[in-house]
């Protein structure tokens, strides 16, 4: 009980430390917004001549939470819940199987709900999420009355799908995994000009649906790794992602048509961890317009650290460049228990000139591992078994502890190796055994 309340009570420290250290920014927001700009100035020949000619933009906004925290740069890492809106193949790999909300305060008056679930079994995975975004909408007439009001809205639905291939000790596999997307855009009806009457099912005439795909792989292998740890060090991603096409014109006279094209883009990403706590990510990203190809977008790229802390607490930040408005993030993790929740904060001139007004949350569930650690530890035992038998000569014993080991994980790949090791010993025994014999001979 004591060992708890020093937990909470580390906790409460962070927790204020870190909202003293975001609300301090509101005396001193004039100096950060200029120094924002000059920073700003220096990346002025990115501006992308291209921006904003695709629709369902809110395709590209983060749900909030941790991976917003590292500026976006989440393809290459992928290793929670967050993978959704990344890297599609990371479901089958990741430790354990969640659930989560996460709201996210954007310009102004917007805001992102969203709940995704995943789960995992062996080395298959799944999962789902919904993404709203959504703005208040107010309509006043020429002399300044409301005459309407709604909200626009833009709502995706997400099933995602993967499976890791060729999974071993060393190497990891090749995780590959693909999210089917559906999205709604919703526009409220609108007034006449000279009635000020609201005009049926406008809004719906303007409104949109979109379907679309993504696809993804993630490798996860072992380079400079200078600490023990089943896990690998280092990792690389590479998606496809909304690629697909909208419609609009529902409930008109025009009819059906295709809409603007949808905000495609490909992304790469690499994270290493070069020591137990911490972790480095960088992401690059290239839009694709499919409609117009000579009309995609300029490139993208973010880079993001994560520090652990404490078992219970860790810090992110990150900095990314897109056009001329670069972003800089930084986010706090609390892990109490089977929850865990990520405050998100970013400045950024192109969401917002007050830079308080930006944060995200998210909150996520660890809903277990279905029993791998288990395994893992029953691995490592009989593994450890065969070692001893086999330094005490008992070769047959040790062969039958290695073989349950490998019935209970196929992929251990250093029995495996300890088995063929005794098969090549004995074929070589048996070898000399018969030279010998025919030299008797």
Request: proline residues 3%; negative net charge.
């Amino acid at each position: 009980m004591t060992f708890l309340k020093k937990c909470c009570g580390v906790k409460l420290i962070a927790a204020a430390a870190f909202a003293m250290l975001i609300f301090s920014f509101e005396g001193t927001c004039l100096d950060y917004v200029e120094a924002h700009s000059n920073l700003a100035d220096s990346f002025s020949s990115l501006v992308d001549p291209n921006e904003g000619l695709t629709s369902f933009q809110s395709l590209t906004i983060p749900s909030g939470g941790r991976d917003e925290s590292l500026a976006l740069a989440f393809t290459g890492l992928a290793d929670d819940i967050c993978f959704f809106d990344y890297n599609p193949a990371a479901s089958c790999v990741l430790k354990n199987s969640e659930v989560a909300v996460f709201h996210n305060s954007w310009i102004s008056d917007s805001n992102i709900e969203s709940l995704a679930a995943t789960w995992r079994l062996g080395d298959f995975g799944f999962g789902a999420k919904a993404k709203c975004f959504y703005v208040p909408f107010t309509e006043y007439n020429i002399f300044g009355s409301r005459v309407a009001g709604g909200y626009y809205s833009e709502t995706t639905g997400t099933l995602n799908v993967s499976y890791n291939f060729f999974r071993g000790y060393y190497f990891k596999g090749l995780a590959v995994g693909a999210n089917l997307k559906g999205g709604w855009r919703s526009i409220p009806d609108y007034t006449d000009n000279v009635t000020d009457a609201i005009i049926e099912k406008s809004g719906l005439s303007q409104s949109a649906a979109a379907i679309m795909g993504d696809l993804g792989i993630l490798l996860r292998f072992n380079a400079g790794k200078l600490f023990s740890s089943r896990d690998s060090n280092l990792r690389f991603g590479l998606s496809l992602m909304n690629a697909g096409v909208s419609y609009t014109g529902f409930e008109s006279a025009r009819g059906i048509v295709v809409d603007d094209p949808l905000p495609t883009y490909l992304s790469a990403g690499v994270s290493y961890k070069f020591i137990p706590a911490v972790t480095l990510t960088t992401e690059f990203r290239q839009p694709l317009n499919f409609k117009e190809f000579e009309k995609s977008g300029l490139w993208s790229a973010g880079a993001g650290v994560e520090v652990e802390v404490t078992e219970f607490f860790e810090v992110l930040a990150g900095f990314r460049i897109k056009g001329a408005n670069p972003r800089i993030s930084m986010g706090t993790e609390f892990k109490v228990r089977k929850f865990v929740v990520d405050l998100n904060y970013t400045f950024d001139l192109t969401s917002s000139i007050n830079p308080i007004n930006h944060f995200s949350l998210s909150a996520r569930v660890n809903l277990g591992d279905q029993g791998r650690k288990l395994k893992e530890e029953q691995v490592d035992k009989l593994y450890t078994a065969g070692l001893d038998e086999y330094a005490k000569g008992n070769l047959d014993a040790a062969v039958s502890y290695w073989e349950s080991a490998l019935s209970i994980d196929r992929g251990f790949d250093p029995a495996r190796n300890w088995i063929k090791a005794v098969e090549n010993s004995q074929k070589l025994y048996n070898r000399v055994i018969n030279m010998q014999s025919l030299d008797r001979k």
